[in-house]
């Protein structure tokens, strides 16, 4: 769950900051949703430091991808 997550981030990332289709950005934006998913379930098989440090950077990336969202919309 997590790899898949991660794999469906990175193969969108060039897609997203080329801007040519807005696919790529909602891609982008689902595999994020899956990797929180998968972090909360396997939670307790993680560091707590390492979970909470993902998080942080999800966050960060939601906010600016949630953005570029609104404004592609």
């Known amino acids: 769950m997590l790899r898949e997550a ?3 981030i990175v193969t969108n990332v ?3 900051l080329a801007g ?3 696919e790529y ?3 982008l934006r689902v595999g994020m949703r899956r990797l929180r998913a998968a972090l909360f379930v396997f939670r307790d098989t993680m560091r707590e430091a390492d979970v909470a440090a993902l998080r942080e950077s999800l966050r960060r990336l939601a906010r ?3 953005s570029a969202r609104d404004w592609d919309v």
């Open 14 to 16: 060039p897609g997203t």
């Open 20 to 22: 040519r289709d807005p």
């Open 25 to 27: 950005l909602h891609q």
């Open 6 to 8: 991660l794999d469906q």
């Open 64 to 66: 600016v991808a949630g």
